[in-house]
């Protein structure tokens, strides 16, 4: 037992003494996975703080006792509790406290990182006066705390700044990137990286010799944060977070700017004090609880995402269609890890998929040879050969049904007995397309969203017959390709596309009316859409639009407007640089061309309960359906299906904030003067409507 702490037992911290003489205090947070700094770690660490402090021993090393990482910030849970009960200020003074009792010990500190080092774990070490880091590639550190609608608040925009220098720091912080260890020591954050079992040895001699950081280091850390340099920087820095966020949407990159302007040059304690006054104040904000409650959303996710050894492994991928999606899915499987064949009818068609593949290998895989060993594991198949060596078969042909079934009756017989058959129709029911499959319970649907490499959600889409185990390991594979599986039923559009189809057919119904696509695409946007539903059609393709529409209008009771029911070769849209806008290339692929809107044009005022009123009330009736299994997955599905505002919460969560009685009069107002297109779907009447939001 170290001296000062007989006695005592600690829950959450390991507390050893050295032979030369070094603390180390080691995070093992009692019944929890992970290291997360909840307010009973961080009481103990005061506690053993204020004694060290009494006798200060040669120096104190931090690490983390669990092999998982470092510390992943703060107690998220803990911190909606707090919220709920007015009692944030109480919770960001203890952390700015303790952390600042750490940065006032009389002997010299460091953090001995390894693996996850996120939010009030870097706050932590940058309290520290000295940072070491794993040289492994687990090993990441960031302050991602903007993306939770709030910004760093034990320290680390007051810290950061001095420490690198104001434009990285607030790089770092806005985008709430995480750097590799490398990075991080690039930039001044971390002063040394090593081998992982070297870690501690190498915190507690740098702790003991100390260092002198180099002179334009601190040269940087003290001129980026003068007066004169604030008033500079701050405004370009406003105009860089504007051109991808709104204010009244994501008010904290703004906060952390603002804050930093006005007290950026003042003590630590004043820094503290101002940067503790914004957090609180964005942190009762609906865009911080929305975010929050996604982040828990992405969490419950994670875990559908079932094990990949909950049946025979899935190693091998063919895929039939090397369309856009298919050529996509099959070279984002091959970068993931899988050995991918890859069929079509035509060479060519299977020759410009693997060009495009070649495309994202060089984005993703900058040393040459390991994009060689990438590209490899992706293989043109026009005979088909490796349907007999894969695990899972994915389909991606048309929107057909005929030929989709059609292409089974040659692909199953062929199939290993355990393999699983997948289709990427985006629409079809599935009960539809397992019509004579002599092994239905092996078949299921497997979503992905355009584009592949970006958009992180697959519906695992659900029929009666279904095997639960295909089901998990189809969750498995989603999970070792980095994307969120959501179960969905079998029925026309499952999830996203349901929800997301009579949004885009009123948009193109504005259109038609003679709405400039421009300003029916900035609406969506001022709403708070990635993109616009005009640009959105083109992007998707006007032909895949027709097919979806083909299933979904006759269901949905909508009509088919002409320019999605006329689709023409050449002009589908995006990829053939025409459809309802022109397209042209740029050095990042190609933009939309939106004609001018005509000077003085009035936006008619009920555009925006047009455009998303319809994609609110399919929501609705998706969740009385049973489409998906509750409320939570249903907000899921669509924010990382088609973007939907994410500051909303999602469409059940945004219904609850406007009032659902509110919403739904409003959709009376647009029946009654465009017509019943515009009816209320069943489930209006769902108590789970007017609930409070979460």
């Not at 001095?162 to 912080?173: C, E, N, T, Y």
């Not at 740098?206 to 003068?226: C, E, M």
């Not at 609180?280 to 904000?285: F, I, N, P, R, S």
């Not at 409003?666 to 009816?679: D, K, N, P, S, V």
């Amino acid at each position: 037992m170290l001296a000062g702490f007989d006695g005592l037992r600690f829950s959450h911290w390991q507390a050893t003494r050295r032979e030369d003489g070094v603390v180390v205090l080691a995070l093992d947070r009692q019944d929890a996975p992970v290291n997360a700094l909840s307010q009973d770690v961080l009481i103990e660490l005061d506690d053993i703080v204020e004694r060290l402090a009494i006798d200060p021993p040669a120096a104190v090393v931090f690490r983390s006792a669990k092999p998982s990482g470092f510390i992943a910030g703060a107690d998220l849970k803990e911190f909606q509790e707090f919220d709920r009960k007015g009692t944030v200020d109480d919770a960001i003074r203890r952390g700015q406290a303790v952390f600042q009792k750490v940065a006032e010990l009389p002997c010299p500190t460091a953090a001995a990182i390894h693996g996850f080092c996120m939010g009030g774990g870097t706050e932590l070490a940058l309290a520290c006066d000295y940072r070491v880091a794993s040289n492994d590639r687990s090993t990441r550190i960031g302050l991602p705390e903007t993306r939770l609608g709030i910004f760093p608040g034990w320290g680390g925009s007051a810290r950061l700044p001095r420490l690198v220098g104001a434009p990285a720091a607030m790089d770092m912080m806005l985008t709430g990137r995480t750097l590799s260890a490398s990075a991080a020591r690039a930039i001044g954050l971390v002063d040394r990286t090593v081998e992982a079992a070297l870690l501690e040895d190498a915190a507690a001699a740098l702790a003991l010799k100390g260092l002198s950081r180099p002179l334009g280091q601190r040269f940087k850390g003290w001129a980026s944060n003068t007066w004169l340099a604030r008033q500079v920087l701050a405004p370009q820095m406003v105009r860089q977070v504007a051109r991808k966020a709104k204010k009244d949407h994501y008010p904290a990159p703004y906060a952390l700017v603002s804050t930093w302007q006005s007290a950026g040059g003042r003590g630590i304690q004043a820094r503290l004090d101002a940067e503790r006054r914004a957090v609180v104040k964005l942190a009762g904000t609906p865009t911080a609880r929305n975010l929050i409650r996604i982040f828990f959303l992405t969490e419950r996710l994670k875990g559908l995402a079932g094990k990949h050894d909950s049946g025979p492994a899935l190693a091998r991928v063919h895929v039939a269609g090397a369309g856009v999606m298919g050529g996509d899915i099959a070279a984002w499987a091959a970068y993931k890890g899988f050995e991918v064949t890859l069929q079509d009818r035509e060479q060519r068609f299977i020759d410009a998929a693997m060009a495009r593949a070649q495309e994202l290998f060089a984005r993703k895989v900058k040393d040459e040879a390991a994009r060689a060993t990438v590209a490899a594991r992706l293989k043109s198949d026009l005979a088909g050969d490796g349907v007999a060596q894969a695990d899972l078969v994915i389909e991606a042909i048309i929107e057909d049904p005929q030929a989709k079934r059609a292409l089974y009756q040659a692909l199953e017989p062929a199939m290993k007995p355990d393999a699983v058959l997948a289709t990427n129709t985006s629409s079809i029911p599935l009960d539809e397309l397992r019509l004579h499959l002599a092994r239905p319970a092996q078949f299921a649907g497997l979503h992905y969203f355009n584009p592949v490499a970006s958009m992180p959600l697959v519906e695992i889409v659900h029929h009666d017959g279904l095997d639960d185990s295909v089901t998990q390991r189809l969750a498995g594979f989603c999970k070792a390709l980095d994307k969120f599986p959501v179960p969905v039923a079998g029925t026309p559009g499952f999830l996203v596309n349901r929800v997301l189809f009579p949004y885009m057919l009123e948009a193109a119904a504005a259109l038609a009316e003679g709405i400039p696509g421009a300003v029916i695409d900035k609406t969506a946007v001022a709403f708070g859409m990635p993109m616009g539903p005009i640009e959105l059609i083109d992007t998707v393709g006007l032909d895949v639009a027709r097919g979806v529409g083909a299933e979904l209008s006759p269901f949905l009771g909508l009509p088919l407007p002409e320019a999605l029911a006329q689709a023409e070769p050449g002009r589908r849209g995006k990829k053939d640089g025409h459809g309802l806008y022109q397209w042209e290339k740029t050095d990042k692929g190609s933009r939309a061309v939106k004609p001018e809107v005509p000077a003085g044009y009035q936006v008619p005022a009920d555009l925006e309960d047009r455009l998303v009123l319809p994609l609110l009330n399919e929501a609705v009736a998706c969740l009385h359906d049973g489409v998906v299994a509750d409320a939570d997955l249903l907000d899921a599905g669509v924010i990382f299906g088609t973007g939907f505002a994410p500051f909303r919460g999602g469409p059940i969560q945004h219904i609850r904030a406007t009032g659902a009685d509110a919403l739904l009069e409003r959709l009376r107002t647009l029946q009654a003067r465009h017509g019943e297109r515009f009816a209320p779907r069943p489930g209006w009447d769902n108590p789970l409507l007017r609930q409070p939001p979460d």
